[in-house]
């Protein structure tokens, strides 16, 4: 709640600002807050916030525009006719520590993985923006047989030859093929009734003529690209080959942190994780990751690219040789952030800001030093006294 967290499946169902229903606060003066959504709404950028006791706060919104991106995770959330809600929701805990929180459920669906390998990054996203596009068809028809993604998982040429090196795709029990260059992990979403057996039956009967269904929709999806044979998948209630499918994945990322560990420990000990949290439009995906590149292929860097491609996030990791590698990642990471609001993007997308210099200098690039004045005010509004998380969204 207090980044607003959000992760693969934000392409189905939001962040956790979709979710909340009521909170619970604990404000800088001690006293306890109630909210209910729909409860209290900005008028014009403002609102007014009373407290048990009657004292009210008037609180007047920063006036930046968001960008509009399914994940955002920059600071404080604002519109004309914000919900009060809204402003607490990702503020870091820098307004008010909450104490209780109200989610809206759902029952589960059953969950069917795949891990596909891809012949290049160009088929990999050809393949995403097919999958987005029926799942979105598939949302707004209520086909019982349509594709229902709820997140596709992208690692890229580098990330597959860590696995490689790691051995993790043998142990794991998912040899890929020579040609590999790009590995999809895609999230399918089944009627919850749907069994183990009833997705295997779909999934051998995806090529007859006349079958049809999610899977075998699915599945001709992947034929038409040549890609069928060489998917791995676990079917709902395959828990322990979805775990191996998972496992694959939190690979790369334990595979590019072991290595940072190693560097840390046996080159310099200033050496750090080095690594981008930021979201495009996903119609510029494709020429934002082109940037990623195109910045550390000309500090001459080693790195890895993984995430979530059906939103547009994805994170670019250094894989550092030295503590210089980490100064020109610092400055590429700075560098996308000029480039991704250019393209109508989020540079701050999951993780929040915290204290991390290079997050505040990205949010001071997204909305300027004025949008910034404007956050210390709504700060100084609810926390004049800045006892709540110091040093947090702001340097200390």
């Not at 400055?331 to 250019?342: F, M, Q, T």
């Not at 210099?357 to 956050?375: D, F, H, S, T, V």
Request: hydrophobic share 40%; net charge negative.
């Amino acid at each position: 709640m207090a980044t607003n967290a959000a992760g693969p499946a934000t392409f189905k169902h939001g962040t956790t600002r979709e979710w909340v229903e009521a909170l619970t606060l604990v404000l800088a003066d001690g006293s306890v807050l109630e909210i209910e959504r729909g409860a209290v709404r900005a008028d014009e950028g403002r609102f007014e916030i009373v407290s048990p006791d009657g004292t009210c706060t008037r609180v007047t919104l920063p006036s930046y525009k968001v960008p509009d991106v399914p994940k955002r995770s920059a600071g404080y959330d604002a519109a004309p006719d914000l919900d009060a809600i809204d402003l607490f929701i990702g503020s870091e805990g820098t307004l008010g520590i909450v104490t209780e929180i109200t989610f809206r459920v759902l029952a589960p669906p059953a969950r069917c993985l795949a891990l596909v390998p891809c012949r290049s990054e160009g088929t990999a996203l050809e393949l995403v923006s097919e999958l987005r596009e029926a799942a979105h068809r598939t949302w707004r028809t209520h086909d019982a047989n349509g594709i229902d993604v709820s997140a596709i998982e992208q690692m890229d040429r580098r990330s597959v030859s860590l696995l490689r090196e790691d051995g993790a795709d043998i142990r794991f029990g998912t040899p890929l093929p020579g040609w590999c260059d790009t590995l999809l992990l895609v999230h399918l979403d089944l009627d919850p009734s749907c069994t183990a057996a009833g997705a295997y039956e779909q999934l051998a009967s995806a090529l007859d003529p006349g079958s049809d269904g999610p899977l075998v929709r699915f599945c001709r999806a992947l034929e038409y690209r040549g890609l069928l044979d060489d998917t791995h998948v676990a079917a709902p209630g395959d828990r322990a080959r979805a775990d191996q499918l998972f496992a694959i994945r939190e690979a790369v990322p334990a595979a590019v942190n072991r290595r940072v560990g190693v560097a840390k420990s046996t080159v310099d000990e200033r050496i750090t994780k080095t690594a981008a949290d930021m979201i495009v439009p996903f119609a510029a995906f494709d020429e934002m990751l082109r940037r990623y590149r195109a910045r550390l292929d000309a500090r001459g860097l080693d790195y890895a690219i993984w995430g979530h491609s059906s939103d547009g996030n994805v994170h670019p990791n250094v894989i550092p040789r030295s503590y210089a590698d980490v100064e020109a990642g610092r400055a590429a990471i700075l560098e996308w952030g000029r480039d991704v609001a250019e393209l109508g993007g989020c540079p701050l997308a999951e993780h929040g800001v915290g204290r991390n210099p290079i997050k505040q200098a990205l949010l001071r690039q997204l909305y300027g030093e004025r949008g910034i004045e404007q956050m210390r005010a709504v700060k100084r509004a609810l926390d004049p006294q800045w006892k709540l998380s110091p040093g947090v969204i702001f340097p200390s």
